[in-house]
């Protein structure tokens, strides 16, 4: 069992920042893909970021490229969304998540198994 907790949610206006942090209950070390999900009110989840914990390949979806930033830090607890240039299309709920890597597929075309409760993004005109 592995248990995501995010943070760093909130409301900015069009233009601004935000980093969103993931703490996870173990090492994500070899053979582990991280994602971040979000879904905005009456629209399907959607898969924003993807990184794979070994070597730190990144998949964007292309609404996001150039402004959110997806990381973990040295000790692979720590997954992070760095997002610039927000804007109203970014507000929704952000949603942690990770699957055990299968090593025929990129991190971009796992079903993600472990979620975190999701923190609120609301961008503001």
């Known amino acids: 069992q592995v248990l995501l907790v995010e943070s760093g949610g909130g409301s900015v206006q069009a233009g601004g920042s935000l980093r969103l942090s993931c703490a996870a209950s173990?090492?994500?070390?070899?053979?582990?893909?991280m994602a971040w999900f979000r879904q905005a009110p009456g629209k399907e989840r959607e898969k924003v970021a993807t990184?794979?914990?070994?070597?730190?390949?990144?998949f964007y979806i292309d609404s996001v490229k150039a402004r959110f930033t997806i990381s973990q830090d040295n000790t692979k607890k720590w997954l992070y969304l760095q997002m610039n240039n927000l804007n109203v299309e970014d507000t929704a709920m952000y949603y942690c998540?990770?699957?055990?890597?299968?090593?025929?597929?990129?991190?971009?075309?796992?079903?993600?198994?472990?979620w975190g409760q999701g923190t609120q993004v609301t961008v503001s005109s």
């Open positions: 173990r090492l994500f070390q070899d053979r582990y893909c």
């Open positions: 998540a990770s699957v055990r890597r299968d090593l025929r597929y990129p991190c971009s075309r796992h079903d993600y198994t472990y």
């Open positions: 990184i794979n914990a070994d070597d730190g390949s990144a």
